[in-house]
């Protein structure tokens, strides 16, 4: 037996809580006799157990303890004097209270700009009023032998079978994305997109229409809802009920005007179509229209009944899965349910409709601001800490007129949490400035957020103050609480308060750890990035304008922009490779007649003869397309070495490979050059087969103009007024190559921008901070350096001996900090692209270098005024 | 303030109390009234008791020393106050009063 046995803890720690203090000491004793008691006859847990019970049982009402009102009369009596004394200490401490208040205020606006995300994004589509019942349709694909995709859209076959087989759902909804057409209202002619919706629309999701009945607006085929705004686009008022708009040969009836979208939507439209347009306009043409596999635009969406259940409706789908895939071969489809609220801040879908973030990424953000804000916390209790000489007289005062250790903790807490909305104040307006900035930080951003203020995110500021003002406050309440007021009055250099130094250096070296990874992160960062947008992408892409076509034949105005002089060369074609879009096709390749030969996805650009010149892609072998065939009608092929590689054509030898036969979509076309590798994806991933077919005109592709470096300017004027006499309805859409692919990367050159903020916030608070904490150790030390002037000291060597510390801190940070960064990148970040740029030295110990010259100029500043001091003038002063 | 009439358990915990003299602490009193009775005595009841009857004024209370069987917290001590030994005298009183009338009473009979 080496210890007695002991009650458990918390029971104790109930009672005393809960007990009056005047009955608490024997009841407390009255148990634990019992308790030994029953340790004896029962064994330890059985008189654990005991314990407790008898603990909850004594919660009488003779036993609680009373609330006083006169008790609450002194907290808040109190509450005004700790108000006085706090505000007294800010303004007596000036500069300390303006590292800490604006410490605290730099990092909870960006706190405040990430509570106003989460909050946004967790009030997408919340004014639907079945919000809680709404779900939609997901879709599993499985290809044999290929990934699995996760989709967002689902068959209308799932659809109808849901009408059928399923019990429990109310509604349900099919809406079909990709209309697109040119609506003839009398003489004028306006580009709209649309979205096919059927009947139940309305019954599922809350759009409110302002004219037209929603049970019956899109029962017809060709009716259409308009949005107020395309109304008023269209006809210039909202009254617009029973008009019609043509498009192409076919005629709509409007059927309604709905309200425009809010903007915490994932469903965007501006304008609706029946879905039995769809039906009547593809429906009965297309073959697959309506087929299980068909799962590609279609999406579907259902309300529960009241008292509805999703597992019986999965289990449903599950069967219904099961009987439509016995006619699939090789594939399978399966579907599932995903609540309406999981949609904007859910898993990653494909063909998803509208915004979305992972939970994982506001997780990253949040953590980013977490830390930024820990460590304007640190500066506080660092500072409240070294600061404690100061203050301990105050706390002995207060405790001998017979203030608790709670009451000076609560003190300490008040007083922090106070800074902390004096913070608050300042944060909220820097938060403003902020927001502008991030919504101006990316086209898209304002798409996707408001950033309103609205009740529930004001109260998570005020809680968000509240609890950063608790957290950086604990550490100092703690060390208050617990000075002996005996010992503190009689001789408050005899307080070791440098006994807490080791837990203020853990707290120094953490704040410039984090400075430092910031930085060099961003560095980092910012150097991929840049090796990104010059990467060699095995074709140039300088000064070639790329303009989108609308479905018109460009022959025209092709003429047209050939005659300007600042245009060298024009070619077609159906995509821009390199940005990130990718088509592809089943391309099968026999190497003689009897073999079963090899099919393989091959992505495809479809292109004239004059963009392999324009784009300098460099042949292997063979020539570019001789042959001008009409559309459909091509035999010619040109691909590049990934291909040969795939199929394994002339083993692999360019010259080899000419006049190999591939059959692309039922069409035999001959390899008649090879192309050297190029990026056809993103530099993210590994270069892949492409092959280049060949067709004279694209109407939905792209013009790829070269254009003359010289007079860019009115260069483009003339292919503006050129694209006007070719095209009055459509805006012309013209982008420079090289800003197209800086586009593509735009997700990075955010990332940058938000770590380099970051970065800079984290080493404007640990300068800060280590400021203090200099000016604090100097004064502190500054009869100390005027007796060694005395005897005989050097500045340099004064000096020295001030830095020594800081410096081996900061070493320590440096030490710490870099490798992290540097395996950071390396194992972590950068393992998922195939093309990466070396990390470079100079990156990860740049930004080092600076964060470090900075806090060394700052303590060197400060020692060399206390080392320049006049002992004579310190010495004689006390 | 409640009035002093004596409840039955009240009397018999009034009782222990002076059997105990100075060693009446809440333990003891219920080990005590367990000897007595036969029946086991709660803590809580017995506690609860202690509490109202100090309430009533017939009984007092004042901590003892401390010592190490009980962890190091004191023991409460009951006595009994005048108050009490009135209201256990009026109580004994009573009964004996109503005893005297009831005419041939004995428990032999009742056999």
Same mark, same amino acid.
């Given at each position: 037996m080496n210890k007695d046995p002991q009650p458990p803890q918390w029971a104790t720690a109930f009672l005393r809580w809960y007990c009056r203090p005047r009955l608490l000491e024997d009841l407390e004793g009255d148990l634990y006799e019992y308790f030994i008691r029953n340790v004896g006859r029962k064994g330890l847990r059985r008189a654990r157990l005991t314990y407790w019970l008898d603990v909850i049982k004594f919660l009488r009402?003779y036993t609680i303890r009373?609330?006083?009102?006169?008790?609450?009369?002194?907290?808040?009596?109190?509450?005004?004097?700790?108000?006085?004394?706090?505000?007294?200490?800010?303004?007596?401490?000036?500069?300390?209270?303006?590292?800490?208040?604006?410490?605290?205020?730099?990092?909870?606006?960006?706190?405040?700009?990430?509570?106003?995300?989460?909050?946004?994004?967790?009030?997408?589509?919340?004014?639907?009023?079945?919000?809680?019942?709404?779900?939609?349709?997901?879709?599993?694909?499985?290809?044999?032998?290929?990934?699995?995709?996760?989709?967002?859209?689902?068959?209308?076959?799932?659809?109808?079978?849901?009408?059928?087989?399923?019990?429990?759902?109310?509604?349900?909804?099919?809406?079909?994305?990709?209309?697109?057409?040119?609506?003839?209202?009398?003489?004028?002619?306006?580009?709209?997109?649309?979205?096919?919706?059927?009947?139940?629309?309305?019954?599922?999701?809350?759009?409110?229409?302002?004219?037209?009945?929603?049970?019956?607006?899109?029962?017809?085929?060709?009716?259409?809802?308009?949005?107020?705004?395309?109304?008023?686009?269209?006809?210039?008022?909202?009254?617009?009920?029973?008009?019609?708009?043509?498009?192409?040969?076919?005629?709509?009836?409007?059927?309604?005007?709905?309200?425009?979208?809010?903007?915490?939507?994932?469903?965007?439209?501006?304008?609706?179509?029946?879905?039995?347009?769809?039906?009547?306009?593809?429906?009965?043409?297309?073959?697959?229209?309506?087929?299980?596999?068909?799962?590609?635009?279609?999406?579907?969406?259902?309300?529960?009944?009241?008292?509805?259940?999703?597992?019986?409706?999965?289990?449903?789908?599950?069967?219904?899965?099961?009987?439509?895939?016995?006619?699939?071969?090789?594939?399978?489809?399966?579907?599932?349910?995903?609540?309406?609220?999981?949609?904007?801040?859910?898993?990653?879908?494909?063909?998803?409709?509208?915004?979305?973030?992972?939970?994982?990424?506001?997780?990253?953000?949040?953590?980013?601001?977490?830390?930024?804000?820990?460590?304007?916390?640190?500066?506080?209790t660092?500072?409240?800490v070294?600061?404690?000489?100061?203050?301990?007289?105050?706390v002995?005062?207060?405790k001998?007129?017979?203030a608790h250790r709670s009451h000076v903790l609560g003190?300490f807490m008040?007083?922090?949490?106070?800074?902390?909305?004096?913070?608050?104040?300042?944060?909220?307006?820097?938060?403003?400035?902020?927001?502008?900035?991030?919504?101006?930080?990316?086209?898209?951003?304002?798409?996707?957020?408001?950033?309103?203020?609205?009740?529930?995110?004001?109260?998570?500021?005020?809680?968000?103050?509240?609890?950063?003002?608790l957290v950086?406050?604990f550490l100092p309440a703690v060390f208050f609480s617990k000075i002996n007021a005996l010992s503190a009055?009689?001789?408050?250099?005899g307080l070791r308060i440098f006994k807490h130094i080791g837990l203020?250096r853990v707290?120094?070296?953490?704040?410039?750890?984090?400075?430092?990874?910031?930085?060099?992160?961003?560095?980092?960062?910012?150097?991929?990035?840049?090796?990104?947008?010059?990467?060699?992408?095995?074709?140039?892409?300088?000064?070639?304008?790329?303009?989108?076509?609308?479905?018109?034949?460009?022959?025209?105005?092709?003429?047209?922009?050939?005659?300007?002089?600042?245009?060298?060369?024009?070619?077609?074609?159906?995509?821009?490779?390199?940005?990130?879009?990718?088509?592809?096709?089943?391309?099968?390749?026999?190497?003689?007649?009897?073999?079963?030969?090899?099919?393989?996805?091959?992505?495809?650009?479809?292109?004239?003869?004059?963009?392999?010149?324009?784009?300098?892609?460099?042949?292997?072998?063979?020539?570019?397309?001789?042959?001008?065939?009409?559309?459909?009608?091509?035999?010619?092929?040109?691909?590049?070495?990934?291909?040969?590689?795939?199929?394994?054509?002339?083993?692999?030898?360019?010259?080899?490979?000419?006049?190999?036969?591939?059959?692309?979509?039922?069409?035999?076309?001959?390899?008649?050059?090879?192309?050297?590798?190029?990026?056809?994806?993103?530099?993210?991933?590994?270069?892949?087969?492409?092959?280049?077919?060949?067709?004279?005109?694209?109407?939905?592709?792209?013009?790829?103009?070269?254009?003359?470096?010289?007079?860019?300017?009115?260069?483009?004027?003339?292919?503006?007024?050129?694209?006007?006499?070719?095209?009055?309805?459509?805006?012309?859409?013209?982008?420079?190559?090289?800003?197209?692919?800086?586009?593509?990367?735009?997700?990075?050159?955010?990332?940058?921008?938000?770590?380099?903020?970051?970065?800079?916030?984290?080493?404007?608070?640990?300068?800060?901070?280590?400021?203090?904490?200099?000016?604090?150790?100097?004064?502190?030390?500054?009869?100390?350096?005027?007796?060694?002037?005395?005897?005989?000291?050097?500045?340099?060597?004064?000096?020295?001996?001030?830095?020594?510390?800081?410096?081996?801190?900061?070493?320590?940070?440096?030490?710490?900090?870099?490798?992290?960064?540097?395996?950071?990148?390396?194992?972590?970040?950068?393992?998922?692209?195939?093309?990466?740029?070396?990390?470079?030295?100079?990156?990860?110990?740049?930004?080092?270098?600076?964060?470090?010259?900075?806090?060394?100029?700052?303590?060197?500043?400060?020692?060399?005024?206390?080392?320049?001091?006049?002992?004579?003038?310190?010495?004689?002063?006390? | 303030?409640?009035?002093?009439?004596?409840?039955?358990? &009240? /009397?018999?915990? =009034?009782?222990t109390i002076?059997?105990l003299?100075t060693e009446a602490y809440s333990v003891a009193i219920c080990d005590e009234l367990e000897r007595?009775?036969?029946r086991s005595a709660k803590l809580g009841v017995v506690h609860a008791v202690l509490n109202?009857? &100090? /309430?009533?004024? =017939?009984?007092?209370s004042h901590l003892g020393d401390a010592s190490a069987t009980r962890g190091g917290k004191r023991k409460r001590f009951y006595?009994?106050?005048?108050?009490?030994?009135?209201?256990?005298?009026?109580?004994?009183?009573?009964?004996?009063?109503?005893?005297?009338?009831?005419?041939?009473?004995?428990?032999?009979?009742?056999?």
């Amino acid at each position: 037996m080496n210890k007695d046995p002991q009650p458990p803890q918390w029971a104790t720690a109930f009672l005393r809580w809960y007990c009056r203090p005047r009955l608490l000491e024997d009841l407390e004793g009255d148990l634990y006799e019992y308790f030994i008691r029953n340790v004896g006859r029962k064994g330890l847990r059985r008189a654990r157990l005991t314990y407790w019970l008898d603990v909850i049982k004594f919660l009488r009402p003779y036993t609680i303890r009373k609330i006083e009102p006169l008790t609450f009369l002194t907290y808040f009596m109190m509450l005004g004097s700790y108000f006085r004394t706090s505000r007294r200490n800010l303004v007596r401490n000036k500069l300390f209270s303006f590292i800490n208040v604006v410490g605290l205020a730099v990092s909870m606006s960006v706190g405040l700009l990430v509570i106003a995300i989460v909050n946004d994004l967790r009030s997408y589509d919340d004014f639907h009023e079945k919000r809680d019942r709404i779900y939609r349709v997901i879709t599993h694909h499985q290809n044999d032998g290929n990934a699995s995709t996760d989709l967002a859209s689902t068959s209308i076959r799932t659809a109808q079978r849901l009408a059928r087989d399923v019990p429990g759902v109310e509604n349900f909804t099919i809406l079909r994305n990709g209309f697109s057409g040119d609506a003839k209202v009398g003489q004028h002619t306006f580009p709209l997109e649309g979205t096919w919706a059927d009947q139940s629309f309305f019954k599922v999701f809350t759009f409110p229409l302002v004219e037209g009945d929603p049970l019956t607006a899109l029962k017809e085929p060709y009716s259409l809802v308009l949005t107020e705004k395309t109304a008023k686009r269209l006809f210039g008022n909202t009254h617009v009920l029973g008009k019609t708009v043509r498009f192409d040969t076919l005629d709509y009836q409007i059927t309604g005007v709905a309200r425009d979208v809010r903007h915490l939507s994932h469903i965007h439209f501006d304008a609706l179509l029946s879905f039995a347009s769809a039906d009547a306009t593809m429906g009965k043409k297309q073959d697959g229209f309506y087929n299980w596999d068909n799962v590609w635009s279609n999406y579907t969406y259902m309300t529960l009944s009241k008292n509805g259940s999703t597992a019986a409706i999965q289990r449903a789908l599950n069967q219904i899965s099961a009987e439509e895939n016995k006619a699939l071969l090789h594939r399978k489809v399966t579907l599932s349910l995903q609540p309406l609220k999981d949609i904007a801040l859910g898993r990653k879908l494909s063909n998803n409709m509208g915004p979305r973030m992972e939970p994982i990424t506001l997780w990253i953000l949040g953590g980013l601001a977490f830390v930024i804000i820990l460590s304007a916390c640190f500066n506080y209790t660092n500072l409240s800490v070294a600061r404690s000489l100061r203050r301990s007289r105050e706390v002995g005062v207060r405790k001998i007129i017979g203030a608790h250790r709670s009451h000076v903790l609560g003190q300490f807490m008040i007083e922090a949490v106070m800074i902390a909305f004096l913070a608050l104040l300042f944060s909220f307006g820097l938060y403003l400035l902020l927001r502008r900035e991030f919504l101006a930080l990316d086209p898209h951003i304002p798409e996707i957020f408001k950033l309103d203020l609205s009740v529930p995110s004001v109260l998570s500021f005020i809680a968000l103050a509240i609890i950063t003002g608790l957290v950086a406050g604990f550490l100092p309440a703690v060390f208050f609480s617990k000075i002996n007021a005996l010992s503190a009055m009689k001789d408050a250099s005899g307080l070791r308060i440098f006994k807490h130094i080791g837990l203020r250096r853990v707290l120094i070296v953490a704040q410039y750890t984090l400075s430092l990874v910031f930085i060099a992160t961003t560095l980092v960062g910012y150097s991929q990035y840049k090796g990104f947008l010059n990467f060699d992408l095995g074709f140039t892409t300088e000064n070639i304008l790329n303009i989108k076509l609308n479905g018109a034949d460009a022959a025209i105005l092709k003429k047209e922009l050939s005659e300007i002089p600042g245009v060298t060369r024009i070619s077609h074609s159906s995509m821009v490779p390199s940005v990130g879009s990718m088509y592809g096709f089943d391309v099968k390749y026999r190497p003689s007649n009897t073999s079963p030969g090899d099919s393989a996805l091959i992505w495809v650009n479809t292109v004239d003869e004059n963009y392999l010149p324009i784009h300098q892609h460099k042949l292997m072998s063979g020539s570019n397309f001789k042959l001008r065939p009409e559309k459909g009608k091509e035999s010619e092929l040109i691909v590049n070495q990934q291909v040969l590689k795939r199929f394994n054509i002339g083993g692999r030898d360019p010259q080899k490979a000419l006049g190999h036969v591939l059959s692309v979509d039922g069409q035999d076309l001959t390899i008649v050059g090879v192309m050297k590798d190029f990026h056809y994806g993103t530099v993210e991933n590994k270069i892949e087969p492409v092959m280049f077919r060949y067709s004279q005109s694209e109407p939905w592709g792209y013009l790829n103009l070269k254009i003359a470096p010289t007079d860019l300017e009115s260069t483009m004027g003339k292919i503006e007024a050129a694209w006007k006499r070719f095209d009055k309805v459509h805006p012309l859409k013209a982008n420079f190559y090289d800003d197209q692919i800086e586009d593509a990367y735009s997700q990075f050159s955010m990332m940058v921008k938000v770590i380099g903020f970051l970065a800079f916030l984290a080493i404007c608070i640990a300068t800060l901070g280590l400021f203090g904490m200099v000016v604090f150790t100097t004064e502190t030390k500054l009869k100390e350096i005027s007796i060694r002037k005395v005897l005989g000291a050097s500045e340099p060597g004064l000096m020295y001996l001030l830095c020594r510390g800081f410096i081996t801190l900061l070493a320590v940070a440096a030490l710490i900090a870099l490798p992290a960064t540097y395996l950071l990148f390396d194992k972590v970040l950068l393992t998922r692209f195939a093309y990466r740029q070396p990390i470079g030295i100079p990156e990860m110990l740049g930004g080092a270098l600076i964060v470090m010259l900075l806090a060394l100029v700052m303590i060197g500043s400060q020692t060399a005024r206390a080392a320049r001091s006049n002992p004579a003038k310190i010495l004689k002063s006390e | 303030m409640k009035g002093t009439n004596l409840g039955e358990f &009240e /009397e018999l915990v =009034l009782l222990t109390i002076a059997a105990l003299s100075t060693e009446a602490y809440s333990v003891a009193i219920c080990d005590e009234l367990e000897r007595y009775t036969g029946r086991s005595a709660k803590l809580g009841v017995v506690h609860a008791v202690l509490n109202r009857l &100090e /309430e009533k004024g =017939l009984a007092k209370s004042h901590l003892g020393d401390a010592s190490a069987t009980r962890g190091g917290k004191r023991k409460r001590f009951y006595e009994v106050t005048h108050a009490g030994k009135v209201a256990l005298m009026r109580a004994k009183e009573l009964r004996e009063a109503i005893w005297r009338n009831i005419p041939g009473f004995n428990l032999e009979g009742s056999i």
